[in-house]
């Protein structure tokens, strides 16, 4: 076995004892560390679009905004984090729950609906309703396992969309429902407009803290356990007492949950909901995010799904404007001709995904921020007496019947 | 001496495959049993159905004096009772909506039957005690799943090693103490004291069990990364999680050199003597069986062809017939 290659990582300029003290802390002290972590987040985000580098781009306002809206995908990642990184449940059709969330805040609180109902009491109930579908969806599917469960979840993502398209009764279909309330003003913060991007950043930065230490609680409980030892082996987890439909339920209809709050939040910001929102591409940004970020690690997950969105959002845009601002003239590239100012970038935002994805499996399947747990299990040195070890179970005696796992197998 | 765990003809048949035949079987309480039978004479196949993995094709499985284990009776009955409390909802709200209401009234009737439909669901997928007692009502019987088992009391360890190889030692022993612990996600989520101090506690008994299994300062140590030996035993510690009174081993020492074999032999020896534990075990190393064993049954074939201590067992024509073939004639 050869040295393994020294890797970059989010810490790697720190000393090693410095960071070992940290974490050390930082696992003692687990909502403290992320109440700072996050101030210090939210500080730096209300400055930077202020000084230099972001502020040359655009004045704040639109900087809060995409802030805002990262904050929304980050919920949805820290979400299916939970499903696909810690409970090991391949769930594509995520958005559906995204979209239930949506419309259920569009109901509440549109003049489609005629009614007008609290924001914050509608954040609670919406994901609620959200976590109600999780189950709906969760209780006769989980049986199932691997392929099975997802293809049953890819169903689902497409289910529902389309129930929305075509109930034009209740949704006016295509249109969407549209003339959203916005939620009622801030005590300090003052109203919610369009050009105050800012109360939705702090509103999104507020939730997405609680969400951060809510779920570190539950992953470091005996549920958090249950989650993961169901992700490494579900039959040893039943066999060893864990009730693992509930425990894969409850997964369920948490990220359920946080896919509410992004959904009620994500309508009272755009102020419309259509059905075109929430399509397949959303489920599939999210997961790219969570397995970019690095799957099973909370942080690394909401990390990488603010990454992501803003290269998509933002960088792809301002390639756009420096191209347009460059004004290279088209070139001939042998016979192609090339017109970079002809090109939107925000195109090639899927092209984009694609290529990462293939080169993170390829170079750093754990992802950019993975927890040292999962990158202890992709990058194992394996020691001498293992190896041995593994020599002596390959000529166990009686090797009789195995229980083998096969996918798609109903649990028992 | 009462039996911990009584098997009455016990069959099971994978399509044209009888794997196990009309077996009878007894475990008394605080004792050691062995089962013991050449390769594919359905051993781990009735130990799976003990553990509630496989449900029997006939027969049935009483454990400390309650039947758990059986045939599924009138399983037809559930998804009607799923069905019903929706059903009468939703009727409910036709016969009112004839009479000419507001729409609100209708779509409300909807809603609920839909959610009275998932909630009978969610109850019928999670199967609480309470609900098995209510199905009991109406004669329904399902076996009882892995987890129940491990609830009523019965700890179990797999022949190929099967441990959560990502997770720490204690966190597998963690594990194996999950449905002992009462912290609900509710608790997790607000960090309750009452949750703090459980898990500080579980912590403690959790580190006490590796210290039994002679792991205590590998406790830190992923279980993958752990020497072979050390697997199988730290699968002995994480079943001990959960208290169990009887205790299936499958094959513990497979694979192990003799002393390591001698180590866990002795280990055997102490859970029964300091836990009180009941042991089934399934081994093919004779010294091991003949050794700690009280009682040895014979499988072959999918049916009991011994039983007895280890002595008469050893004598056994059958047997010895079974693991050498019959003489030439």
């Known amino acids: 076995m050869s040295a393994p290659a020294v890797r970059w990582s989010p810490g790697g300029f720190v000393p090693p004892e410095t960071r070992a003290r940290i974490r050390a802390f930082s696992d003692a002290h687990r909502s403290m560390s992320i109440l700072v972590a996050m101030s210090v987040v939210s500080l730096l985000m209300i400055l930077l679009p202020h000084v230099p580098p972001l502020s040359f781009l655009s004045t704040a306002t639109p900087w809060y905004d995409s802030?805002?809206?990262?904050?929304?995908?980050?919920?949805?990642?820290?979400?299916?984090?939970?499903?696909?990184?810690?409970?090991?449940?391949?769930?594509?059709?995520?958005?559906?729950?995204?979209?239930?969330?949506?419309?259920?805040?569009?109901?509440?609180?549109?003049?489609?609906?005629h009614q007008n109902l609290p924001f914050f009491p509608m954040l609670i109930v919406g994901a609620a309703i959200a976590a109600l579908f999780g189950i709906a969806l969760g209780a006769p599917t989980l049986r199932l396992r691997g392929d099975y469960l997802a293809i049953m979840t890819l169903g689902f993502g497409e289910i529902v969309p389309i129930v929305f398209l075509n109930l034009d009764k209740w949704t006016k279909g295509t249109n969407g429902i549209s003339g959203?309330?916005?939620?009622?003003?801030?005590?300090?913060?003052?109203?919610f407009t369009p050009i105050t991007s800012f109360n939705y950043m702090v509103v999104m930065l507020f939730v997405v803290t609680?969400?951060?230490?809510?779920?570190?609680?539950?992953?470091?409980?005996?549920?958090?356990?249950?989650?993961?030892?169901?992700?490494?082996?579900?039959?040893?987890?039943?066999?060893?007492?864990?009730?693992?439909?509930?425990?894969?339920?409850?997964?369920?209809?948490?990220?359920?949950?946080?896919?509410?709050?992004?959904?009620?939040?994500?309508?009272?910001?755009?102020?419309i909901v259509s059905p075109d929102q929430f399509y397949f591409t959303v489920s599939f940004t999210v997961m790219a995010m969570v397995i970019i970020g690095g799957m099973g690690n909370i942080w690394g997950v909401a990390a990488g799904a603010f990454v992501v969105y803003m290269i998509q959002a933002v960088l792809?845009?301002?390639?756009?404007?420096?191209?347009?601002?460059?004004?290279?003239?088209?070139?001939?590239?042998?016979?192609i001709q090339v017109n970079l100012g002809a090109i939107n970038f925000l195109e090639y935002q899927y092209l984009l995904y694609g290529l990462a994805l293939v080169a993170m499996m390829l170079k750093r399947p754990e992802g950019l921020f993975p927890s040292s747990a999962r990158r202890a299990e992709l990058h194992t040195i394996v020691a001498p007496e293992v190896a041995t070890a593994v020599g002596a179970l390959g000529e166990t005696p009686g090797a009789d019947e195995d229980l083998g796992g096969d996918p798609g197998e109903a649990v028992p | 001496m009462t039996d911990v765990l009584q098997a009455h003809n016990v069959t099971k048949r994978f399509g044209g495959l009888l794997a196990v035949h009309d077996v009878n079987f007894t475990i008394p309480e605080g004792s050691i049993v062995s089962l013991i039978g050449p390769n594919g004479a359905g051993k781990t196949t009735f130990f799976?159905?003990?553990?509630?993995?496989?449900?029997?094709?006939?027969?049935?499985?009483?454990?400390?004096?309650?039947?758990?284990?059986?045939?599924?009776?009138?399983?037809?009955?559930?998804?009607?009772?799923?069905?019903?409390?929706?059903?009468?909802?939703?009727?409910?709200t036709w016969i009112v909506g004839q009479s000419g209401v507001d729409d609100l009234v209708v779509a409300l009737g909807i809603f609920l039957s839909v959610v009275a439909l998932m909630i009978a669901m969610v109850i019928g997928v999670a199967r609480p005690p309470a609900y098995n007692r209510f199905l009991g009502r109406f004669g329904v019987f399902r076996s009882a799943r892995p987890n129940d088992m491990v609830v009523a009391g019965l700890g179990r360890t797999f022949q190929n090693i099967r441990l959560f190889q990502n997770m720490t030692a204690v966190d597998n022993v963690l594990v194996g103490m999950h449905c002992r612990l009462k912290a609900t996600w509710i608790d997790a989520l607000l960090s309750t004291p009452r949750d703090r101090r459980e898990e500080a506690q579980a912590r403690e008994r959790a580190l006490e069990l590796l210290d039994l299994a002679d792991l205590?300062?590998?406790a830190g140590e992923l279980a993958k990364n752990l020497p072979y030996g050390d697997q199988r035993r730290l699968e002995i510690a994480r079943a001990l999680g959960s208290n169990p009174v009887l205790l299936l081993l499958d094959e513990p020492t497979a694979g192990m050199n003799p002393r390591e074999t001698g180590d866990l032999t002795k280990l055997i020896g102490r859970l029964r003597h300091d836990l009180g534990l009941t042991i089934l075990l399934i081994e093919h190393d004779m010294r091991v069986v003949m050794g700690i064993s009280d009682r040895v049954t014979v499988l072959d074939h999918g049916e009991r062809i011994a039983e007895g201590t280890p002595d008469e067992v050893r004598r056994d024509p059958k047997v010895i017939e079974a693991y050498l073939g019959s003489p030439a004639s």
């Open chain 1, 180 to 191: 959203i309330y916005r939620p009622e003003p801030l005590p300090i913060l003052g109203e």
């Open chain 1, 316 to 335: 792809l845009k301002q390639v756009n404007a420096i191209v347009e601002l460059l004004n290279v003239p088209a070139f001939n590239l042998g016979p």
């Open chain 1, 210 to 271: 609680v969400a951060m230490m809510l779920i570190y609680r539950l992953q470091d409980s005996r549920i958090g356990r249950a989650w993961v030892a169901i992700r490494e082996d579900e039959l040893a987890a039943a066999a060893n007492g864990i009730n693992t439909v509930v425990t894969k339920l409850l997964a369920f209809a948490l990220g359920a949950t946080l896919s509410g709050f992004a959904g009620v939040f994500n309508a009272s910001k755009l102020t």
């Open chain 2, 216 to 218: 205590r300062d590998r």
């Open chain 2, 48 to 92: 799976n159905i003990i553990a509630g993995i496989y449900d029997p094709t006939g027969g049935e499985i009483r454990f400390r004096g309650t039947r758990v284990i059986a045939r599924t009776r009138r399983a037809w009955i559930e998804p009607l009772l799923w069905v019903l409390p929706a059903l009468v909802v939703g009727v409910g």
């Open chain 1, 67 to 113: 802030f805002a809206n990262a904050g929304t995908f980050m919920l949805l990642a820290m979400g299916l984090n939970i499903v696909v990184g810690l409970t090991g449940l391949l769930d594509l059709g995520y958005a559906a729950f995204f979209a239930i969330g949506s419309y259920a805040y569009a109901f509440s609180n549109s003049p489609f609906s």
